[in-house]
């Protein structure tokens, strides 16, 4: 099993940044992958983002590309999600997420362990 806690989200203006945090309990294998999801007010959960734990290869979605980085710190078994020039559109509810084996998938089915949310609010 693994839990999975968010943190670090809140109020910024358009063009601002915000850095979230999901600190991962539990077993961490090499081979598994981590990852963030979002979802706005009225739409569907949106893949944002994964990392391989082990190898370090990501995938972004193509709406987050050149603005978001995703990172982790392998010893503190934590998973960083950088937000650069954020657009009032960023506005999400953004989950952490984790599956065992390494791929890089974009579907809310690919992950087996979610974390409850951080909410992140981007004004014009």
């Known amino acids: 099993q693994v839990q999975l806690v968010e943190s670090g989200g809140g109020l910024v203006q358009a063009g601002g940044s915000l850095r979230l945090s999901c600190a991962a309990s539990?077993?961490?294998?090499?081979?598994?992958?981590m990852g963030w999801f979002r979802q706005a007010p009225g739409k569907e959960r949106e893949f944002v983002a994964a990392?391989?734990?082990?190898?370090?290869?990501?995938r972004y979605g193509d709406p987050v590309k050149g603005r978001f980085t995703i990172s982790t710190n392998n010893a503190h078994n934590t998973v960083y999600l950088q937000m650069n020039n954020l657009k009032p559109e960023d506005t999400a509810v953004y989950y952490c997420?984790?599956?065992?084996?390494?791929?890089?998938?974009?579907?809310?089915?690919?992950?087996?362990?979610w974390g409850q949310g951080t909410k992140a609010t981007v004004s014009s």
């Open positions: 539990g077993r961490i294998y090499d081979s598994d992958t």
């Open positions: 997420v984790a599956r065992r084996y390494s791929y890089l998938g974009v579907h809310v089915a690919d992950y087996n362990y």
């Open positions: 990392i391989l734990w082990s190898a370090g290869t990501t």
